[in-house]
């Protein structure tokens, strides 16, 4: 649905030169969610607004639906970005102007009033038509945000740091619409954020940006099952209080009194591997002890990962073997080793 072919943006100022884009190349299928995460100045809003070439690449191909953006007259492109819904963290809504006319404002003049009230009640704020964005929280007005990018049918709509100025609670509500849209609508989305709550929790690809270039790109279940690269290590950490604990238990070991010759391990589960009896498997097989000090299990699109920080007690040698055992079946990292 949407290509982007060696992309790069630089904008010029008196005394500074940012390379924002560097050579970004992303493919989006349609009827995706596609997460695009990164820190500040990492370049993600510059990349999304390339997809409807609100900043024109200087060098790279955008392809949407089949057609390449950088090749069409200013009239033509108009036209395309009519397809190409967009809404912002600030909301963007006209002050003097309804619920109604803002949704309506991209509209020709005599439209179907029917498809505004139905686009209102597909996102739940029919009851505000006539009221004004003063009126409204903030939840409310990304709500007619949303129904006013939907107002030309698009095939595509890019979310730029949507729900930044939300609350948790409006958040989660926002984030089950814009699921909601994609799953009645069919709709390919795009999502820039620096949450990565947000792509754990609706995303199905993601593309972690830093400094203007896309480090890794892969589907969610990958990423938070085996992150490659150190930003995107930090931010699926950020997600789970096991690394947190993992940290903490290193840096200070007196708190589980971890005598010497000990193990601390932490094992790292995937879908399959969560049923298999692993720890009472351990210490059956190999006559040691293993106690279990934290876990937790995640759902990433309906897909389980599962983590575990346990103690091995025993003989030195037989723990070590027990670890090479457990190598066969899941990731295991040492945390201590007393």
């Known amino acids: 649905m949407i290509t982007l072919k060696n992309v790069?943006?630089?904008?010029?100022t008196d005394t500074h030169t940012v390379k924002a884009v560097r050579d970004v190349s992303i493919n989006i299928k349609k009827g995706e969610i596609f997460g695009i995460i990164g820190y500040s100045g990492a370049g993600k809003s510059t990349l999304v607004r390339l997809i409807n070439l609100l900043e024109k690449p200087d060098s790279g191909?955008?392809?949407?639906?089949?057609?390449?953006?950088?090749t069409l007259s200013a009239k033509d492109l108009?036209?395309?970005r009519k397809k190409i819904g967009m809404i912002f963290q600030q909301f963007n809504l006209f002050a003097s102007r309804t619920v109604y006319d803002n949704v309506a404002f991209a509209l020709p003049k005599n439209h179907d009033k029917d498809h505004v009230l139905n686009l209102l009640e597909l996102v739940g704020i029919s009851d505000k038509k006539d009221a004004y964005p003063s009126e409204l929280s903030g939840g409310q007005k990304q709500r007619v945000a949303i129904a006013r990018a939907l107002a030309n049918d698009p095939k595509v709509l890019l979310c730029d740091?949507?729900?930044?100025?939300?609350?948790?609670?409006?958040?989660?509500?926002?984030?089950?619409l814009l699921k909601n849209l994609n799953e009645k609508l069919g709709i390919t989305i795009v999502i820039i954020t620096h949450e990565m709550a947000v792509i754990k929790e609706?995303?199905?690809?993601?593309?972690?940006?830093?400094?203007?270039?896309?480090?890794?790109d892969n589907t969610v279940?990958?990423?938070?099952?085996?992150?490659?690269?150190?930003?995107?290590?930090?931010?699926t950490?950020?997600?789970s209080n096991i690394d947190k604990i993992k940290d903490i238990l290193k840096s200070n070991q007196e708190i589980l009194d971890i005598k010497e010759g000990e193990y601390v391990i932490k094992l790292d589960f995937q879908s399959h591997q969560i049923a298999k009896p692993l720890i009472s498997d351990i210490t059956q097989r190999f006559n040691i002890q293993a106690s279990i000090v934290y876990g937790t299990v995640d759902m990433i699109k309906n897909t389980p990962l599962g983590s575990l920080i346990v103690i091995l007690k025993g003989d030195l040698d037989t723990q070590k073997e027990a670890i090479t055992y457990l190598q066969n079946f899941t990731k295991v990292e040492v945390l201590v080793h007393a």
């Open 61 to 70: 191909d955008v392809i949407v639906d089949n057609e390449n953006l950088t």
């Open 221 to 235: 279940e990958a990423v938070f099952s085996n992150p490659q690269s150190e930003i995107t290590k930090e931010f």
């Open 202 to 216: 609706i995303c199905d690809h993601v593309a972690v940006m830093e400094n203007g270039v896309v480090v890794e």
């Open 8 to 12: 790069s943006k630089t904008f010029y």
């Open 237 to 239: 950490s950020s997600t």
């Open 78 to 80: 108009r036209n395309r």
């Open 161 to 176: 740091e949507a729900t930044s100025a939300l609350d948790p609670q409006t958040t989660q509500s926002i984030l089950n």
